[in-house]
């Protein structure tokens, strides 16, 4: 099936540094990714929406100069937290869409990002 | 407005007893999907089913069923013979071609199977 891999898993960073999460796609090409924050005991919610080539669509309240995304290729997406804060402590999940089938959503495996 | 709503914050089902799983939607679009996925304690998501908006039937997939009531906006998972293996976290999401094809989950409902 397909498999989407996301490093690292597990950050821990000082406040005030940059951090950068790579989603990749292995074996499917993602013409469209999609980034969720997920707070504890709470529900996936959609940061951004990354189209391969083009800008990202950020949704509302999400800060577009503090959560870089880029999706350089059709296998490839990258979420960069800019001068993290302890606020920004969450964990990150990547979706990668398969256009090809109506259910084609592959998750990768989730960043634990903590600042310190 | 909530999108996807699951009323349950917590369910208790015993090993090897059906439990549903409540999930209410709320769109305009004619074309849309419904997912559920299951969030084991690791934060994997683990797709279970699908259901199109246009699918006549009942999607099936193992021990996995979707109830859909699409007069009632309705997407209710059905696990079968429940198992320890199944204590997990369980999203609902509608897909909609006027949200650029993003997942939008509800809050989701934790489920513990006791033996």
């Known amino acids: 099936g397909a498999v989407v891999s996301q490093h690292p898993s597990r950050v821990i960073c000082k406040s005030g540094t940059s951090v950068k999460i790579e989603c990749r796609s292995l074996?499917?090409?993602?013409?469209?990714m999609f980034w969720y924050r997920q707070f504890p005991k709470q529900s996936l919610m959609l940061m951004a929406t990354s189209n391969e080539g083009s800008k990202a669509t950020y949704e509302q309240g999400v800060e577009k100069d503090k959560f870089l995304i880029n999706h350089a290729s059709l296998t490839l997406s990258t979420l960069t937290v800019t001068s993290a804060h302890p606020e920004d402590s969450s964990f990150y999940i990547c979706?990668?869409?398969?256009?090809?089938?109506?259910?084609?959503?592959?998750f990768g495996s989730g960043t634990r990002l903590t600042v310190v | 407005a909530q999108k996807i709503t699951q009323t349950q914050p917590g369910m208790f089902v015993q090993e090897k007893e059906a439990v549903t799983l409540d999930c209410t939607y709320d769109?305009?679009?004619?074309?849309?999907?419904l997912f559920w996925y299951k969030q084991p304690s690791s934060g994997e998501m683990i797709f279970l089913i699908y259901q199109g908006s246009y699918d006549e039937q009942n999607a099936t997939e193992g021990r996995y069923s979707l109830n859909f009531q699409k007069a009632r906006k309705s997407a209710n998972l059905v696990i079968s013979a429940s198992q320890l293996g199944d204590s997990a976290m369980y999203f609902c999401?509608?897909?909609?071609?006027?949200?650029?094809?993003?997942?939008?989950f509800g809050k989701g409902t934790s489920l513990l199977v006791t033996p």
């Open positions: 979706s990668a869409r398969d256009s090809r089938v109506n259910y084609g959503y592959t």
């Open positions: 999401a509608m897909r909609e071609v006027n949200s650029g094809y993003a997942l939008n």
């Open positions: 074996d499917f090409q993602a013409t469209t």
């Open positions: 769109t305009s679009d004619q074309s849309y999907g």
